[in-house]
């Protein structure tokens, strides 16, 4: 609030002063040269939904192209509780100490009311926040499907152009947003709790037969013996499973974030994986599957955004969403006469 006292230059010097915007050479620039917040704002920027900030994200993104596909991409995934944060955190200290350049980025649940991020990362990860060889970005996840946040894939090349060699993606729970991690990541890997079951943990077939390695967390102290059966009871259902990656065992190992245990191991393996495969081009290839599969979804995004704001559609929507529930049409002719509405065909 401003005093009765001040005068106008006190009031106007007062006012938070908006950042000056910035052209896109020089946040091309400013990325290559690993300015953490020029990169932070180049985030902001492809996060941004207005159509202004979104022409001129796609052009830095152009330009930093050539700069991308470099890094390591290394998706880790569980459920609420299994500690994917601390072991992060534990698995990031590592890595830096290992001489990486370091970005994670964590896709947060999105408060319905205020539409942030709810469980703050850099709060969670306060050591690895601190050390300048690592980046942490949350985001929220917004609408978008599997709670995997709408830009993820490009905030990704953005860390990458800054030079960051390794990236750890984390998603929310198991459910659809694993399917949307593993479609931008080469190495993919799931977190357990001992003991706790399958149906507790919410892991069904698909989740396992993504995962290039599952890795029993919190076993240490008293979960040791019940860690051990789950790795034993994993190991026998993968039997049945094809490899998520053609020519790679999945690998159940033990691991602890609080304590540190299996973390070099778990690199390790994550190295001899980018071993096998770089060479060979394997990685390459799905690289290039995963940017088939992003324009596919993208396209049908942006055709489903279209449809549903249509003003056609909206015309008749309430009213044909009312005469079904009445039972006095078919979904199926609903949604022809919707389709017509907007000049498709069902």
Sequence with gaps: MTRPNQNPGQRE????????TLSP???????????????????TLIESTSPLHEAQAQEVLQRLLP????????GITGVPGVGKSTFIE???????E??????VLTIDPTSKRSGGSILGDKTRMERLSRDPR??????????????????TRETLLLCEAAGFDTVLVETVGVGQSETALRSMVDFFLLLLLPGAGDELQGIKKGII????AVLINKADGDNRLRAEQAR?????????????????RTEVSLCSGLTGQGVPETWKMVERFYVQFEPSGLIAKRRQQQSLEWLSTLVNDELLRRFYHDPRVKTRLAALQQALLRGDTTAVLAARELLGSYGGAL
């Design 134 to 151: 690592a980046f942490i970005r949350p985001s929220p996840a917004g609408d978008s499907l599997g709670g995997v946040a709408r830009r």
């Design 232 to 248: 034993a009871e994993q190991e026998n259902a993968l039997h049945c499973l094809q490899p998520a990656t053609p020519g790679w």
């Design 25 to 43: 050479e020089a946040y091309v620039s400013g990325v290559l040269a690993g300015d953490r917040g020029i990169l932070a704002r180049a985030i």
């Design 209 to 212: 037969e993504m995962a290039d």
């Design 98 to 103: 290992q001489g990486r350049k370091l970005a």
């Design 67 to 74: 700069h991308t596909g470099k890094s390591k991409r290394i």
């Design 13 to 20: 010097a007062a006012k938070p002063r908006r950042r000056a």
């Design 90 to 96: 534990t698995f990031g200290c590592f890595l830096v």
